[in-house]
């Protein structure tokens, strides 16, 4: 983010795979002035495996069939942001992270919290008094764990990345 150059800033997993025309969908949502952050939609790459099709079928990520606009006038920041998409699939405005500041690193992965980073700048986007958009044209496929320690290992993570989250708002919010 401090090193780029662009209006937008974009984001995927070293997981993950991008459709073609990914960056030229989301880009379109950034029309609007108040539109901050785009998300788009997180497919599995392939469910060849048990512990992939569970991980779908049980956690999956956010996907909704139609575009989507998650407004702080009527959504409220806090179960917004865990809803509006996740770090595999996201484009900032460069100048936002001006006014919110940049990733809260002790969120991300490698840390105690070991993830959320990406939920809680969705956060302060909203709580700053701005949108994202979601559009499922814009489309990452994910490399789900193919193996059940993989899979209990991931799903215990985004738990404990959920509470530290949610208590980072309290407490701070």
């Known amino acids: 983010i401090v090193e780029s150059t662009g209006d937008l800033v974009a984001f995927t997993d070293d997981d993950c795979i991008v459709d073609a025309g990914w960056l030229d969908t989301l880009a379109e949502?950034?029309?609007?002035?108040?539109?901050?952050?785009?998300?788009?939609?997180?497919g599995p790459h392939e469910l060849g495996h048990r512990a992939q099709l569970t991980f779908e079928v049980h956690m999956g990520f956010e996907r909704y069939p139609e575009p989507r606009v998650f407004d702080p006038r009527w959504n409220s920041p806090l179960p917004a942001a865990a809803i509006a998409g996740a770090g595999a699939n996201m484009v900032f405005r460069r100048t936002v992270f001006e006014r919110i500041g940049l990733f809260a690193e002790d969120l991300g992965p490698g840390t105690p919290a070991r993830s959320s980073d990406d939920k809680y700048a969705f956060y302060k986007v909203l709580a700053g008094g701005f949108r994202i958009r979601y559009d499922p044209r814009g489309v990452i496929w994910h490399?789900?764990?193919?193996?059940?320690?993989s899979l209990r290992r991931i799903m215990e993570d985004y738990g404990v990345a959920e509470f530290a989250y949610t208590t980072r708002c309290l407490l701070e919010h």
Not at 29 to 42: H, Q, V, W
């Open 143 to 149: 490399r789900h764990r193919a193996d059940d320690a």
């Open 29 to 42: 949502a950034f029309r609007d002035p108040l539109t901050m952050a785009a998300t788009g939609y997180i």
